[in-house]
């Protein structure tokens, strides 16, 4: 089980959940919340990771509010109205943070990210330049013309998404991978066909979970993230 700790973000201050691996050390690893908060099913990835042997911290960007599986309303409502300058700094200072934790080795981190998570992955990834070296976005993406600068990205990204996804449609996601392609990013986006938007939470909310193909894109997870950070 891991812990509630605070950590500076930009002259501020913000809270975050920290999961420490058995060894007592490990590669760091951020994980971006989806659009119902800091909710236990994002603390359950990071003490998984850190099962794994990864330092995993998920940024709180809500600032201490959630919404239920059942209050979707909710949801739509805090993530509409989520400051994006001030989750850019939380999401900036949790890569400061597990970098210059002593339980983290290496110069580098990774992101795992779920939803507006996933987007927000790939937002934090491109603004944080050479500190993330390996990027795993689940279904969400920034999409149209509001994406970040992306000339700045180095990491590799490896996506999962959903063939059949309503909030981020398979040929806007495949889009944004082409053009990222042709500037030269190492992207790959896996479109799982068939699959509904938020397939690996088990809370099923939208009756779209898939518990084989979350195993599958865990596994997939783990492997691209040992591979790039030890």
């Known amino acids: 089980m891991g812990t509630t700790v605070r950590f500076a973000s930009n002259g501020d201050r913000a809270e975050g959940y920290l999961a420490l691996p058995g060894s007592g050390s490990g590669t760091g690893v951020m994980v971006v919340q989806e659009w119902w908060?800091?909710?236990?099913?994002?603390?359950?990835?990071c003490d998984r990771l850190a099962g794994e042997g990864f330092v995993a911290?998920?940024?709180?960007?809500?600032?201490?509010?959630?919404?239920?599986?059942?209050?979707?309303?909710?949801?739509?409502?805090?993530?509409?109205?989520?400051?994006?300058?001030?989750?850019?700094?939380?999401?900036?200072?949790?890569v400061d943070f597990l970098l210059a934790h002593e339980a983290v080795r290496g110069d580098k981190v990774g992101v795992v990210g779920f939803c507006m998570g996933g987007m927000l992955a790939l937002v934090v990834a491109a603004q944080q330049g050479d500190k993330i070296a390996a990027?795993?976005?689940?279904?969400?993406?920034?999409?149209?013309?509001?994406?970040?600068?992306?000339?700045?990205?180095?990491?590799?990204?490896?996506?999962?998404?959903?063939?059949?996804?309503?909030?981020?449609?398979?040929?806007?996601?495949?889009?944004?991978?082409?053009?990222?392609?042709?500037?030269?990013?190492?992207?790959?986006?896996?479109?799982?066909?068939?699959?509904?938007?938020?397939?690996?939470?088990?809370?099923?909310?939208?009756?779209?979970?898939?518990?084989e193909l979350s195993a599958k894109t865990w596994k997939a997870t783990l492997e691209f993230l040992h591979g790039r950070l030890g």
């Open 37 to 45: 908060g800091l909710v236990p099913q994002i603390q359950q990835v």
């Open 57 to 94: 911290f998920a940024p709180d960007l809500y600032r201490g509010d959630i919404a239920e599986h059942t209050e979707m309303d909710k949801a739509a409502h805090l993530m509409n109205t989520l400051p994006m300058d001030r989750a850019a700094r939380d999401m900036g200072g949790a």
């Open 135 to 211: 990027v795993v976005p689940f279904y969400g993406a920034p999409l149209g013309d509001d994406g970040p600068d992306w000339s700045v990205l180095t990491a590799a990204v490896r996506g999962h998404y959903a063939g059949d996804d309503a909030f981020f449609p398979a040929d806007a996601v495949l889009a944004l991978e082409s053009r990222l392609q042709e500037m030269g990013k190492d992207v790959q986006f896996e479109m799982h066909e068939g699959a509904g938007h938020a397939f690996t939470n088990d809370a099923d909310v939208f009756g779209t979970y898939d518990a």
